[in-house]
């Protein structure tokens, strides 16, 4: 596998989504899977994160109206 890491650009200014990608080496064709694994804060993208934190900033929340909309 070839790994290669990059940038996605996002519509607010500065923040942007880090993306690894695992191409194989040979010729395929392949098939493509796109696996978003989430975040706890962690990884090089920009921007706040909040998304699912209770009020009160600890722990996580399901609400809608409390979570933050992430990338």
């Given at each position: ?10 519509g ?60």
């Open positions: 596998m070839k790994y290669q890491k990059f940038f996605i650009p996002s607010e200014a500065g923040v942007s989504l880090e993306v690894v990608a695992a191409k194989p080496q040979h010729d395929g064709p392949y098939p493509s899977i796109i696996f978003n694994h989430g975040s706890t804060g962690r990884g090089k993208s920009g921007g706040i994160y909040g998304e699912g934190l209770a009020l009160d900033g600890s722990g996580y929340s399901c609400n809608a109206e409390v979570a933050i909309a992430g990338f």
